[in-house]
């Protein structure tokens, strides 16, 4: 397949490219797009061809429920029609935005994308060319992230093309991911609501809107989100995360990257700013792509808090891009 690539990034006839880009997805094509969180690989939701054609392209469980995407709040209506309380006030307060509610879906919901589950997965990007795609598309679109499945999320566009070129029809570039990892998703068929993937809106946010408490789920047989069940987010390299005080982490990873080095290896370091939890959720995909790129067999990482929400956030993907591979010190 012949991927076609369109740079939005020039700002001459953008408009016209999403168009163009959108009457790809109206003839049941595959469109790579950016959204605020990662790139997503885009299929007109009600097409199931196409949304077949998704997990071909991923590579991608097909029991591994996708999140649709739409363009204004309204569209929800499209996919569910059992909207709560709770639902409107997330919705006024975090669309758009990187938030994931899960609803009975509508039987006209194809089961292909949402692996079977009587449920859909909704968000409303916070991206102006996501939304533009979707709004000239006419329909809702089934997004996963852009990646191969198992690879690092893409944030940037370059990702995608390393991953995707000659497997989707088009891919669009546009700026870097501002979030930088995938969105919360919280299940609302259950009471209370269920946080089944942490994000940059966390639990206290959600707690302060619905001024309840929230429960947490999460891995199982039957994924109600995506991003639960399979190995997420891995490089290629071996990957250690070190857990344990501050310096007591940083002379440890000086440790083991010394003695791997004396073994010939290559070792990658993963450090984030101490309470720097936002740009870590910026930067994490990236840089383990970089460190892929410059051939590290061995990638240490050092911990995040946990304590902070966008930080337990970081940690669910580190800890899954490592296989949980965890040196406590």
Request: aromatic residues 6%; negative net charge.
């Amino acid at each position: 397949m012949k991927t076609k690539i369109i740079d939005l990034t020039i700002e001459k006839n953008a408009y016209e490219k999403i168009i163009e880009a959108a009457d790809v997805l109206k003839r049941g094509g595959l469109v790579a797009f950016p959204t605020e969180t990662v790139y997503g690989i885009g299929a007109d939701a009600f097409n199931e061809d196409a949304v077949k054609r998704v997990y071909e392209a991923k590579g991608r469980p097909s029991d591994n429920p996708m999140i649709v995407h739409i363009a204004r709040a309204s569209d929800a209506g499209l996919l569910a029609d059992r909207f709560s309380k709770e639902f409107v006030k997330l919705a006024d307060a975090f669309w758009p935005g990187p938030l994931t509610m899960v609803l009975p879906k509508k039987a006209e919901v194809p089961d292909c994308v949402t692996g079977g589950l009587d449920t859909v997965g909704i968000r409303l990007p916070d991206s102006r060319i996501a939304q533009l795609l979707i709004r000239f598309a006419g329909t809702p679109v089934a997004a996963p992230s852009a990646n191969l499945s198992g690879r690092p999320s893409p944030t940037k566009a370059e990702h995608v093309i390393e991953d995707l070129d000659g497997k989707v029809d088009v891919i669009l570039i546009g700026p870097e991911c501002r979030v930088g990892i995938e969105s919360t998703v919280i299940d609302m068929t259950t009471s209370p609501p269920c946080i089944l993937r942490p994000g940059v809106v966390t639990a206290e946010e959600i707690e302060a809107v619905l001024e309840t408490p929230i429960e947490h789920g999460g891995d199982s047989e039957t994924p109600r989100s995506p991003g639960t069940k399979y190995k997420h987010y891995a490089p290629e390299a071996q990957m250690l995360v070190v857990e344990g005080a501050r310096e007591k982490v940083k002379n440890e990873i000086v440790r083991i990257k010394t003695l791997n080095e004396n073994l010939g290896l290559k070792v990658g370091v993963l450090l984030f700013e101490e309470r720097d939890y936002l740009a870590a959720a910026h930067d994490f995909y990236a840089a383990l792509r970089e460190l892929d790129e410059d051939g590290a067999d061995l990638i240490l990482a050092g911990a995040l808090s946990e304590t902070d929400g966008v930080g337990f956030a970081v940690m669910n993907r580190m800890l899954k891009a490592a296989g949980y591979n965890i040196a406590r010190i």
